[in-house]
Nanobody, 115 residues
């Protein structure tokens, strides 16, 4: 059974930074592209960033491009999201999953950006 455990969220002022982590188990992690997604209150879950199996290719939504960086460590079955220059509109619960998403989601990690 695939398990995804996100961590690293918190409360930060606008302009600040956070680094999210997601550790996966129950799958051959290195064989899957991985992604970060987020869901703000009252909105649908949306794509944030993705990374290829080896980490050589990344993609970002226009809203985070230039501010967020996705990376992975296949030896640790972990994908990261470095978030800089945070804005109040980045406030959401952040999730990781395979990309495109497959199976169940983890509990997510709350990111709150105050103005």
């Amino acid at each position: 059974q695939v398990q995804l455990v996100e961590s690293g969220g918190g409360l930060v002022q606008a302009g600040g930074s956070l680094r999210l982590s997601c550790t996966a188990s129950g799958l051959t992690f290195s064989t899957y592209p991985m992604g970060w997604f987020r869901q703000a209150p009252g909105k649908e879950r949306e794509f944030v960033a993705a990374i290829s199996q080896s980490g050589g290719k990344t993609s970002y939504s226009d809203s985070v491009k230039g501010r967020f960086t996705i990376s992975r460590d296949n030896a640790k079955n972990t994908v990261y999201l470095q978030m800089n220059s945070l804005k109040p509109e980045d406030t959401a619960v952040y999730y990781c999953n395979r990309h495109p998403p497959l199976g169940s989601w983890g509990q997510g990690t709350q990111v709150t950006v105050s103005s």
